[in-house]
């Protein structure tokens, strides 16, 4: 896969600000920017993962690029590079990301190092992805690049916070870990069963699973998703923040985002669950190149979410609440924390 600065003007110029939409455009022609925040705060805590904030930009379907009177003839053979784009019968999109994950001991009160918790550390990346999907399956390819370490910014942007709301000061942080850019790549895939939209009533079910290599994480996870509701979003779920979650954009018509104008609201109901086998956690391993704190990881971890979503007009909302079983080994007890999504498609 060759990714070039070009590369990275051209997309970049797809997302560039659009005029106000026109009656009756396309789900495909649209952009969708999403934000993301997951917090313990809504389960009372302030340990582990503690904190993860993620925006994204996904581009219009890049299918028909040769025929968008937005880009240069010499982008051609740049775009033609990218991977999914020539595969026939599928639309593709490309997401540009910035986001923040912090993760802090169970007592943040302590200025010591805390030998038998996991560190401070704190990323801060920046992602561009590749989609490509139909009405039965979504390929997502996410490259990560960020760093992990003082210069994340983790301790600043937590105490600022914890300042603003007037919470305890997290006092450990000059033992976080070292500065360590990080690189990492995720495949993912996401099918589509049991499939219900439209107007009314609907459900679906979405089994997932992926990979990833990297210095900050290499792991391998599957699982799945099932909603229902009235008006259900023709996307491929909502997803927590991590590589290839980017799913919120609405695929054709059939989403209540591109139904007439006063029938644009729906609720619904999903559960999921997703289990991970973990070879690498940069946040519990510790640094790859220096020696750093570090703490004896579990080799398996599940998340289980439930929550409530809603669209209205054209934005989707969701809220979920996730309970994670123990991350490593001395760890008190299983993380609880709440996750909110909110999208826009124009």
């Not at 990080?182 to 439209?198: A, E, T």
């Not at 289990?275 to 790859?288: K, P, S």
């Not at 971890?301 to 209205?312: A, F, N, Y």
Request: one cysteine or more.
């Amino acid at each position: 896969m060759k990714l070039t600065t070009l590369t990275l003007l051209t997309l970049a110029g797809l997302l560039l600000p659009a005029p106000a939409l026109a009656q009756g455009k396309k789900a495909k022609d649209t952009q969708t920017f999403s934000f993301y925040l997951e917090n313990d705060a809504f389960a009372n805590t302030d340990r582990e993962y503690t904190s993860g904030v993620r925006l994204t930009l996904i581009s219009p379907d890049l299918t028909g690029y040769r025929e968008n009177p937005r880009l240069p003839e010499w982008s051609d053979p740049v775009i033609d590079q990218l991977p999914f784009v020539n595969e026939p019968g599928f639309q593709h999109a490309v997401s540009f990301s910035i986001g923040q994950n912090i993760y802090t001991p169970e007592d943040i009160e302590r200025s010591d190092l805390t030998q038998d918790d996991r560190p401070y550390a704190g990323i801060t990346y920046l992602a561009i992805g590749f989609h490509s999907k139909n009405s039965h399956r979504m390929d997502s390819l996410e490259l990560d690049l960020g760093i992990v370490g003082p210069h994340s910014y983790a301790e600043q942007c937590q105490k600022t916070v914890h300042d603003w709301i007037d919470s305890t000061d997290p006092k450990g942080w000059d033992n976080q870990l070292k500065d360590e850019p990080v690189l990492n790549i995720f495949y993912g895939r996401k099918w589509k069963l049991l499939h219900g939209v439209g107007h009314g009533f609907g459900y679906d079910l979405i089994p997932h699973m992926g990979c990833a290599l990297g210095n900050a994480a290499t792991f391998a996870n599957a699982g799945a998703q099932i909603r229902f509701g009235r008006n259900l979003p023709n996307d491929f779920g909502t997803f927590l923040i991590r590589p290839g979650c980017d799913s919120n954009a609405p695929s054709d018509k059939q989403d209540p985002r591109f139904f007439p104008r006063y029938h644009r609201v729906g609720i619904h109901f999903f559960a999921g669950v997703d289990g991970h086998i973990v070879l690498r956690n940069i946040f519990l391993d510790g640094n790859t190149f220096q020696d750093s704190h570090s703490v004896d990881k579990e080799d398996f971890v599940v998340d289980l979410v439930g929550g409530v979503g809603m669209i209205i007009y054209r934005f989707k909302i969701t809220y979920a609440y996730v309970y994670k079983t123990k991350e490593h080994k001395a760890q008190k007890d299983e993380q609880k924390y709440g996750a909110i999504t909110l999208s826009y498609s124009f």
